[in-house]
């Protein structure tokens, strides 16, 4: 079976920016699930999945345009504090939801304004991933209408309708 529209892929991974810092990895935990041609990854990566196997090693260079996109100078701006719903949690680096349920990082605090960037912190970023396919099964009809493979509850037996 190979990784393609409708299959739920089972996945271990590493991802590194260009320096080869660690940003993300579930290696050491259970692999994460997604389902392939749903949009559940950025597309970069769901590209180069695509026709993989079980047991096959995929290193990428995700570029930012395949991934999440690049910084927009127009999500770095001013935000009254009183316009915060928690102001406590205003301090640099700090992230903080906006009025509209947006979430920001925290730039700088100007007394009564902040600076915020709503851009994903990782984008304008090109992606280094190594991923291993550990699991590739056809996705049920369910999954395919919802979009996401099935979650079992903690405690379930992963069998549909069993919880």
Known sequence: MTVSAHKVVSIHYE???????????????????YLHGAGNVIPGL??????????????????HEWAYGPRELSLVFEVALADIPDPAVCEPGEV??????????????????????????????????TVRISGIRDATNEEIRNGEPYAPLPGCSGEPGCC
């Open 46 to 63: 769901e590209r180069v999945l695509e026709g993989s196997t079980i047991g096959q090693v995929i290193e990428a260079i995700i570029p």
């Open 15 to 33: 991802l590194k920016d260009d320096s080869g810092n660690l940003l993300q990895s579930n290696d050491g935990h259970a692999p994460e699930d």
């Open 96 to 129: 903080v939801e906006l009025f509209d349920g947006t979430e920001a990082l925290v730039i700088e605090n100007k007394e009564d304004l902040l600076i915020v960037d709503a851009n994903h912190p990782l984008a304008g970023m090109s992606l280094h991933y």
